[in-house]
């Protein structure tokens, strides 16, 4: 009758646990039936029961059944506890802010989330939660400095931010790359990016013009390489470079400079001392930055 009881414990504990504790978690620490702690991350669960999540000390995607866990424990990866199973030194996060004379554009537009190209006209953010930037490299997405193009996490659930025009962000001006190719000129319909959801910051800006850069590319010279198998794959990654982009408060759309052409066609009535010779098919980026800079 006592085995009985036992057994009949053992069995509601083990209920408890599968009805109560199996929820996703970020980050934390597993205990198994064997008392071996591992210190995880972006544990999820599948409807056969097993747990899957990433091993934080040796950076592999590992998973195990229900009935072979004994305790989850959901601690941040900066908790002792955490580093000291993974034996990793502590990492301070520190949120780059914008240094006031960094040289870069300070806009005159409310901290928040612009969804709309309507609302950034308007200077009425529909957002404002807690983000992060962010790279995109592995599972740990470092966060990222302005020389990068990069993506906006929210804190809440670490998920990333889509289809929204443009985020201003401890004081600096992003775009959404989707937004620069879906508000462009008529004009520029070839251009195209391998990171739609990615933001690039604003470096100039006035009363005409915003003024940023971004990685983009032919779409049908793209087309052509990726068609070349392997190695055109390759080049096709090669073809994205860093264009110069400038919003036009006028006609409330963007101008993506395609090639030197492209650029001087924009400039010649507009400054044109700031013509270039065009030796090359992309424009010389430091001097397109020094023609905006005077008509912006």
Request: glycine share 6%.
């Amino acid at each position: 009758m006592k085995n009985l009881l036992l057994i009949s414990c053992l069995l509601f504990v083990n209920t408890v646990f599968s009805q109560e504790q199996k929820k996703n978690y970020k980050e934390g620490i597993l205990t198994t039936i064997t008392d071996e702690s591992i210190a995880f991350k972006n544990l999820t669960w599948d409807k056969n029961g097993k747990a899957h999540y990433l091993n934080a000390k040796n950076k592999q995607m590992e998973q195990l059944y229900d009935n072979s866990i004994k305790e989850i424990e959901e601690v941040s990866g900066n908790d002792p506890k955490f580093l000291a199973i993974t034996e990793e030194a502590a990492v301070v996060h520190n949120i780059p802010t914008i240094i006031k004379d960094d040289g870069l554009y300070k806009p005159d537009y409310p901290e928040g989330i612009y969804t709309t190209k309507e609302e950034f006209i308007n200077k009425k953010p529909s957002q404002k939660k807690d983000l992060t930037k962010k790279g995109l490299y592995g599972f740990d997405k470092p966060i990222a400095g302005d020389e990068e193009s990069t993506c906006f996490f929210f804190d809440q659930n670490d998920s990333k931010l889509k289809n929204v025009f443009a985020v201003v962000y401890h004081g600096g001006l992003y775009f959404n790359i989707k937004a620069i190719l879906n508000n462009r000129s008529k004009n520029d319909r070839a251009q195209d990016s391998d990171n739609p959801n990615s933001f690039v910051r604003v470096v100039t800006g006035g009363n005409n013009y915003l003024y940023t850069e971004a990685n983009l590319a032919n779409v049908w010279a793209k087309g052509l390489a990726y068609n070349a198998g392997v190695s055109g794959s390759v080049l096709a990654g090669t073809l994205n470079v860093g264009k110069g982009v400038v919003w036009d408060y006028k006609n409330q759309e963007f101008n993506i400079f395609k090639n030197c052409k492209d650029y001087n066609e924009f400039i010649k009535e507009k400054s044109p001392e700031d013509l270039q010779k065009c030796p090359n098919q992309q424009a010389d980026i430091l001097l397109v930055r020094k023609a905006i800079d005077k008509i912006k």
